[in-house]
């Protein structure tokens, strides 16, 4: 068992997919969780994951009695932050923040960064420093302005690493965290995914019980995954709801229709709403109340749906651990980014309970379980594609006109990029309408017309992301189709930010 404190990191479930990967059980616990709860799990060692907090304000650290246990101990972040603080270094405001990749320098040898290279890139994302370590303690690492970037403290077994190991964006992360459980804690890998998928079954047979369910299904990935799940575990008491709400890309209901009844044999019912979302979504502009919105909407349709079906009392989702991770404290003080159509949305008062055997797991984790039951990989490798659909990628008032524009542009840009055999190389892309109108020329006229960005990433799981660097052949072909073919639209630009500091959607 491996125990994860939670400081409110928007990461703090990513550090608990690297320790499963890595074939370790692993559960996240609040930051002041008591040595008494650990010693009841059988901890074996501490993490300490990163967090908004500063730690002089003396409000979100862990109990001193749980770093007496002597377990072995490592801080990232504002978890190496705390533990020094604690244990009497000093940390300091930073003259400037430090986010992003970094080029960490090795120090000497360490037992944390056994088998690293020298320097390696790590991701960073802090203002506050540490400026004095604990006694006793040896820095292993620094970059240009983290002089601490690394440190170890052998004899009580803390190891501090101000950037992020867990992130896919620090390449040496795994090594990391598999040399502090295997090389220095000691332990040996036991826990797989193919675990999971039964648990899972059987949990939601639990959880269900005799019950009958409905499971929204969209075509995704997640829903997919979700719905193959708990018909496996309820078959014909499971009811699959499509529900197309207006807000889909080009031609996608007819393939989640061939995707879900005819490849994957789900008793699929489909629900045409597309006028009642795009009604209650008339003159909603905030990024936030659109999606609360959607939210209300979606369950109110799936509970008249279920009426039809006759007696249930269970929703089945998808949710996936970033939407909860973004949307809303979990374990720890986390600060909400924004919120998921299925999470934060939902409305209060909600007359199905629900089920969601995916909310702690990431997108390629999913993926994975998707291969042990059987899921061809053609629907696994599918790009996500928010439940909100593109209303989020339509800044403004929602319109019919508006979700041509941008419908039509991005079924352009899939289609460039399956051609050009960079589809499966990024992990999302899409277009996102903007809000804006440019002059443009096209037959020796003037135009004003509407602009889109173009978004591609690379991604492990979403968490963070960087963007990708596409072929400029596939982005002017792209471009060109656009402006060419899309009535309305004169201008393409490229969205070249990671994540962070943005977000891979726009709303």
Not at 80 to 104: D, F, N, P, W
Not at 223 to 251: M, Q
Not at 314 to 328: A, K, R
Not at 454 to 469: N, Y
């Amino acid at each position: 068992m491996i125990a994860v404190l939670d400081f409110g990191s928007q990461y703090n479930l990513l550090i608990a997919r690297r320790v499963r990967e890595l074939g370790f059980y692993c559960e996240i616990l609040r930051y002041d969780v008591s040595a008494e709860t650990l010693r009841q799990k059988g901890t074996r060692a501490l993490i300490l994951s990163g967090g908004p907090s500063t730690v002089t304000d003396e409000t979100v650290l862990p109990r001193r009695e749980v770093l007496d246990l002597g377990l072995p101990t490592l801080g990232i972040c504002y978890g190496m932050q705390a533990l020094c603080h604690i244990l009497g270094g000093r940390v300091e405001k930073g003259t400037s923040a430090e986010y992003g990749r970094s080029v960490l320098e090795r120090l000497g040898d360490s037992a944390l960064l056994h088998g690293t290279s020298d320097p390696f890139e790590a991701w960073m994302s802090h203002f506050d420093l540490v400026t004095e370590l604990p006694p006793g303690s040896t820095t292993v690492g620094r970059t240009a302005t983290c002089p601490h970037a690394a440190a170890e403290h052998l004899e009580r077994r803390l190891f501090m690493v101000q950037f992020h190991p867990e992130v896919s964006h620090t390449p040496q992360g795994s090594r990391i965290l598999q040399n502090f459980l295997v090389r220095l804690a000691g332990l040996k890998p036991d826990w797989n995914l193919e675990d999971f998928v039964g648990a899972t079954v059987e949990r939601i047979r639990a959880q269900v019980g005799n019950g009958r369910a409905v499971c929204a299904v969209s075509g995704g990935v997640d829903s997919t995954v979700a719905a193959v799940l708990s018909h496996r575990a309820l078959g014909d008491r499971l009811y699959p709801i499509f529900v197309d709400h207006g807000l889909l890309r080009k031609n996608e209901a007819d393939q989640v229709d061939l995707i879900l009844r005819q490849e994957l044999g789900l008793p699929l019912h489909a629900v045409d709403a597309s006028e009642r979302f795009l009604a209650a979504l008339a003159g909603v502009t905030d990024p936030e109340k659109k999606r609360r919105v959607i939210g209300e909407t979606f369950i109110r349709v799936f509970e008249e749906e279920a009426k039809k079906a006759g007696p249930v009392d269970f929703l089945i989702q998808g949710t996936l651990y970033p939407d909860v991770i973004e949307s809303v404290s979990v374990r720890g003080p986390s600060h909400t980014i924004k919120t998921h159509h299925n999470v934060g949305g939902l409305p209060e008062r909600m007359h199905l309970k629900l089920v969601e055997p995916l909310r702690e797991l990431f997108k390629d984790e999913v993926r994975r379980a998707g291969t042990v039951l059987g899921i061809p990989a053609d629907i696994l490798n599918r790009h996500p594609f928010p439940g909100p659909g593109l209303a989020v990628r339509i800044p403004g008032e929602i319109t019919p006109e508006r979700l041509r524009l941008v419908r039509e542009s991005d079924a352009i840009f899939i289609e460039e990029l399956r051609r050009s055999g960079e589809y499966d190389r990024v992990w999302q892309a899409f277009s996102v309408l903007l809000p804006i109108h440019s002059v443009g020329v096209m037959g020796d006229e003037r135009t004003y017309e509407m602009a889109v960005a173009l978004r591609a990433v690379t991604s492990v799981d979403g968490m963070t992301a960087d963007w990708a660097r596409l072929p400029y052949e596939v982005m002017e072909r792209t471009a060109l189709r656009i402006v060419n073919e899309v009535k309305g639209l004169n201008r393409v630009v490229y969205d070249i930010t990671s994540k962070p500091p943005s977000t891979i959607e726009w709303e």
